[in-house]
């Protein structure tokens, strides 16, 4: 199975936010959208270049070191900006040892230069358990048939 199968089936959409915005923006937008990631865009780029990404995790720890209110806190300063990406070709268990070593549960994925969409850790358990579901259902029709 591929990174292009679990998108065409969860859907492209990317939920970004700007490198200006403040880590409250980036909390609204996390729960506004019920996700856990957001993809940093440059403001100043009309086709929305990729900056960063910023998650749950980064928002806990700058809530952890007590440094300023959230509204006063940039996303800029806050966010990963050496971005870890996958491909479409990519196969999800590469993918997932590739997550698994750099202990990231997000990856953007893009193709030719484009961002695809944004499969999360989650995604990937869920189409593997769907994919298993499958199989037992048609062992168990065949051993009962
Ligand atoms: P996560 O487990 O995805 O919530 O992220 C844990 C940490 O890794 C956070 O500091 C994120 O900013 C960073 N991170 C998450 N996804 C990526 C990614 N695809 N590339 C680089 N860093 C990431």
């Known amino acids: 199975m591929y990174l ?3 998108l065409n089936s969860k859907g492209h959409t990317v939920h970004t936010i700007d490198s200006s915005a403040t880590l409250e923006d980036v909390v609204q937008k996390l729960v ?9 865009v440059d403001p100043k780029s009309s086709s929305g270049r990729m900056v960063g990404i910023i998650t ?9 070191s007590h440094k ?6 940039k996303v800029s300063d806050t966010m990963t900006a050496n971005v870890v990406i996958g491909g479409p070709d990519d196969a999800v268990e590469d993918t ?10 997000h990856l ?6 484009q961002l695809l969409g944004l499969i999360s850790l ?3 358990v869920k189409m593997q358990h769907d994919q298993l579901t499958m199989e037992n259902h048609y ?3 065949y051993l009962h048939s």
Not at 68 to 73: P, Y
Not at 96 to 105: A, N, S
């Open 139 to 141: 062992l168990k029709n």
């Open 32 to 40: 506004r959208h019920n996700c856990g990631s957001l993809v940093v």
């Open 56 to 64: 749950e995790r980064d928002i806990l720890r700058a809530c952890a």
């Open 68 to 73: 300023a209110a959230l509204s006063a806190l």
């Open 122 to 124: 989650g995604d990937i």
């Open 96 to 105: 997932m040892g590739l997550m698994t070593d750099k202990r990231i549960r």
């Open 108 to 113: 953007p994925v893009m193709e030719e230069g």
């Open 4 to 6: 292009r199968e679990i």
